[in-house]
């Protein structure tokens, strides 16, 4: 005797079918107007506390929440975002009281953080003030990996008002590296370049060597300048905008850079450098000083989404990949 398998079909309706898609709309109309209506909500906040004369701004965070991404971080050393407050509506209207407020700070369990204060105050006469939120890995970091970082502004007085932002922050495991130290005030920055590898790659084939070879320090020491220019070891290429900065003529970096990479940008008649290329040695680091012409802007970095400083790096890595 042979068993027959039972087979149930289920099968909607018309109604059903048209009672499902409906529920469906709702749902995301519901998700949507929630929050369509809190950005309106935010907006005519924003409207009344402006009309009171109040301004409690960064460049970096928003009240419905900014996102950033960066890519430069070791994921051994210690990490540091500087984040900016301030009390303008522009360079002419500020809020004419002193600014309360408090700082709050979430981190992925991948790390942990730490703050330079908990609470601060714009005063009325310098209208900025900052914090900085310093990172630290909880284990070791591979490749590729992100370190999620939220944090928050909230004024307490005259009044209430937040701000926030998300950093996502990738991990990096290049031997090169580069950071900009600055600070609101500073008059100039410093460009800090880092080219931890040891070696060097052979890239035009000469006396015995190939190319493709590794020649360590040593070795590359002993060879004389024609052979050392068949080697590589890094190479950056820098740009950079006159309008906002410039750069230090006397800085070696630049004196010794590649022949013919300066490039120009005219500005009012005059000709200003916005850019140049130069190698670097293994196992070296330099700094390159600029000029702000806002000295009241920070430059970090890391720390700022935009540092006026554009960095590309070919090094031994690159050839190798």
Same mark, same amino acid.
């Given at each position: 005797?042979?068993?027959?398998?039972?087979?149930?079909?289920?099968?909607?309706?018309?109604?059903?079918?048209?009672?499902?898609?409906?529920?469906?709309? /709702?749902?995301?109309?519901?998700?949507? #107007? @929630? =929050?369509? !209506?809190?950005?309106? %909500?935010? &907006?005519?906040?924003?409207?009344?506390?402006?009309?009171?004369?109040?301004?409690?701004?960064?460049?970096?965070?928003?009240?419905?929440?900014?996102?950033?991404?960066?890519?430069?971080?070791?994921?051994?050393?210690?990490?540091?975002?500087?984040?900016?407050?301030?009390?303008?509506?522009?360079?002419?209207?500020?809020?004419?009281?002193?600014?309360?407020?408090?700082?709050?700070?979430?981190?992925?369990?991948?790390?942990?953080?730490?703050?330079?204060?908990?609470?601060?105050?714009?005063?009325?006469?310098?209208?900025?003030?900052?914090?900085?939120?310093?990172?630290?890995?909880?284990?070791?970091?591979?490749?590729?990996?992100?370190?999620?970082?939220?944090?928050?502004?909230?004024?307490?007085?005259?009044?209430?008002?937040? /701000?926030?932002?998300?950093?996502?922050? #990738? @991990? =990096?495991? !290049?031997?090169?590296? %580069?950071? &900009?130290?600055?600070?609101?005030?500073?008059?100039?920055?410093?460009?800090?370049?880092?080219?931890?590898?040891?070696?060097?790659?052979?890239?035009?084939?000469?006396?015995?060597?190939?190319?493709?070879?590794?020649?360590?320090?040593?070795?590359?020491?002993?060879?004389?300048?024609?052979?050392?220019?068949?080697?590589?070891?890094?190479?950056?290429?820098?740009?950079?905008?006159?309008?906002?900065?410039?750069?230090?003529?006397?800085?070696?970096?630049?004196?010794?850079?590649?022949?013919?990479?300066?490039?120009?940008?005219?500005?009012?008649?005059?000709?200003?450098?916005?850019?140049?290329?130069?190698?670097?040695?293994?196992?070296?680091?330099?700094?390159?000083?600029?000029?702000?012409?806002?000295?009241?802007?920070?430059?970090?970095?890391?720390?700022?989404?935009?540092?006026?400083?554009?960095?590309?790096?070919?090094?031994?890595?690159?050839?190798?990949?």
């Amino acid at each position: 005797m042979t068993k027959k398998r039972l087979k149930f079909k289920f099968k909607l309706s018309k109604k059903q079918k048209l009672l499902t898609i409906l529920i469906a709309v /709702l749902i995301v109309v519901f998700t949507v #107007g @929630i =929050t369509f !209506s809190k950005y309106i %909500y935010d &907006i005519y906040k924003n409207h009344i506390l402006e009309s009171q004369g109040f301004y409690f701004n960064s460049s970096v965070m928003s009240m419905t929440g900014s996102n950033h991404s960066i890519n430069n971080w070791d994921g051994v050393s210690p990490y540091r975002i500087s984040i900016d407050v301030n009390n303008r509506k522009n360079d002419l209207v500020y809020t004419k009281s002193d600014i309360s407020y408090d700082i709050g700070v979430e981190c992925s369990s991948n790390i942990r953080c730490t703050l330079s204060k908990t609470s601060g105050i714009i005063r009325s006469e310098t209208q900025s003030d900052s914090y900085v939120i310093t990172i630290y890995p909880n284990g070791n970091f591979t490749r590729n990996q992100t370190a999620i970082v939220k944090t928050s502004a909230k004024s307490t007085y005259p009044y209430v008002k937040e /701000l926030s932002t998300e950093y996502n922050i #990738g @991990i =990096t495991t !290049s031997s090169f590296y %580069y950071s &900009i130290k600055d600070a609101p005030g500073e008059k100039y920055l410093t460009l800090e370049l880092t080219n931890a590898f040891t070696y060097y790659k052979v890239v035009t084939a000469f006396d015995g060597h190939n190319v493709g070879d590794n020649i360590a320090i040593d070795d590359y020491e002993k060879l004389s300048d024609e052979e050392k220019k068949n080697c590589f070891s890094a190479s950056v290429d820098l740009t950079f905008d006159p309008n906002i900065i410039l750069l230090d003529m006397t800085e070696q970096t630049y004196i010794n850079r590649e022949k013919d990479s300066q490039t120009t940008e005219v500005i009012n008649g005059h000709n200003y450098v916005n850019g140049f290329s130069f190698d670097m040695e293994a196992s070296s680091n330099t700094k390159i000083i600029f000029y702000k012409n806002d000295s009241s802007k920070d430059y970090s970095y890391p720390g700022t989404t935009d540092s006026s400083i554009k960095v590309f790096v070919t090094s031994v890595e690159d050839l190798e990949n």
